[in-house]
């Protein structure tokens, strides 16, 4: 990406440019990214270092103020500190440094998850979200050539007239808290998420559940994605799409490219590309990294085309 050409650190003898020549395997690539960007933990600049002293005393004094929001801050127990930097410097990035937008993006976010449908996110039961995990809209499988687990989003799976409106926002809130524990190489910290628009009509076309995945991405787990392909979108999508554009955070606008199922091999091995759209890959249920986690291996396996 251009905005990233002068963004890596680099000694009297490395530039940016000479390692981008250097680099040319897309995981290394990646991991070099997530490594040395000006805003990562290995790489911050006096201002960022800080601004983010600053983010923690500030977080600090408001989860005193406010021990029930704190209380949900992780949904697995306490981390360490290395952690808690990520996850902190992904809300400052988020906002390009701006302490108080920073703070007030973060501060929100706990105080959503903890008050979300009046049980808070860390309380939502996989039976609570089960009508839409059958339906197979939405799982995780592979890697992407960077080292990056995908995410498949299957658009035509979702059913506007077949979808209660209050699981599906409570089904986008604990996928999106599940995947934060997909399992990735350090420092890799995104995930590449494939949105599938192929076969796609009016009654797939939900703007309300369309935004929730859009909030999810720009405003509740800011920086998580990196790299969006939306797939196969017909002229039917256009419409639709230029209503949801305005509501796409920027950063992750950036991150969205267009792509038909044979520029897959680009961003994916073969292997891992499910075999409907020309690889390898066959989707298992039980060997999901997010539902397996949740769902006893008994259960009755998603519908559709999984």
């Known amino acids: 990406p251009t905005q990233h050409h002068n963004s890596y650190t680099s000694s009297p003898s490395c530039t940016s440019i000479n390692l981008r020549v250097i680099i040319t395997n897309q995981k290394e690539m990646c991991e070099l990214e997530e490594s040395y960007m000006v805003g990562y933990p290995n790489n911050l600049s006096p201002h960022q270092r800080q601004t983010y002293d600053d983010f923690v005393v500030k977080m600090n004094a408001w989860k005193l103020d406010n021990p029930?929001?704190?209380?949900?801050?992780?949904s697995r127990g306490a981390v360490d500190e290395d952690r808690m930097k990520i996850i902190y410097l992904?809300?400052?990035?988020?906002?390009?440094?701006?302490?108080?937008?920073?703070?007030?993006?973060?501060?929100?976010?706990?105080?959503?998850?903890h008050d979300f449908q009046g049980?808070?996110?860390?309380?939502?039961?996989?039976?609570?979200?089960?009508?839409?995990?059958?339906?197979?809209?939405?799982?995780?499988?592979?890697?992407?050539?960077?080292?990056?687990?995908i995410i498949w989003i299957k658009?035509?799976?979702?059913?506007?007239?077949?979808?209660?409106?209050?699981?599906?926002?409570?089904?986008?809130?604990?996928?999106?808290?599940?995947?934060?524990?997909?399992?990735?190489?350090?420092?890799?910290?995104?995930?590449?998420?494939i949105i599938d628009l192929s076969n796609i009509g009016r009654?797939?076309?939900?703007?309300?559940?369309?935004?929730?995945?859009?909030d999810m991405l720009g405003s509740r787990y800011p920086e998580c994605l990196g790299k969006g392909l939306l797939l196969n979108a017909p002229w039917i999508f256009s419409a639709f799409?230029?209503?949801?554009?305005?509501?796409?955070?920027?950063?992750?606008?950036?991150?969205?490219?267009?792509?038909?199922?044979?520029?897959?091999?680009?961003?994916?091995?073969e292997e891992n590309i499910l075999k409907e759209y020309g690889g390898k890959g066959e989707y298992v249920l039980e060997r999901d990294p997010i539902y397996s986690q949740h769902v006893a291996l008994s259960s009755p396996k998603p519908s559709g085309d999984m």
């Open 68 to 74: 029930k929001a704190a209380s949900v801050e992780n």
């Open 90 to 113: 992904k809300f400052l990035r988020a906002r390009q440094f701006d302490l108080d937008q920073a703070f007030k993006l973060y501060s929100n976010f706990l105080t959503w998850k």
């Open 119 to 149: 049980i808070g996110v860390n309380n939502i039961k996989v039976n609570s979200v089960m009508n839409e995990i059958k339906t197979g809209k939405c799982f995780s499988y592979g890697y992407c050539r960077g080292g990056r687990p």
């Open 155 to 193: 658009f035509h799976l979702h059913k506007k007239s077949q979808s209660d409106p209050q699981e599906a926002e409570r089904f986008i809130a604990w996928f999106f808290e599940s995947a934060k524990y997909l399992p990735r190489e350090d420092p890799i910290e995104t995930t590449t998420v």
């Open 203 to 214: 009654e797939n076309m939900d703007m309300t559940v369309a935004r929730h995945w859009m």
């Open 241 to 269: 799409w230029n209503v949801l554009k305005p509501f796409i955070d920027p950063r992750t606008f950036k991150k969205l490219q267009w792509v038909n199922s044979s520029d897959l091999l680009k961003h994916i091995d």
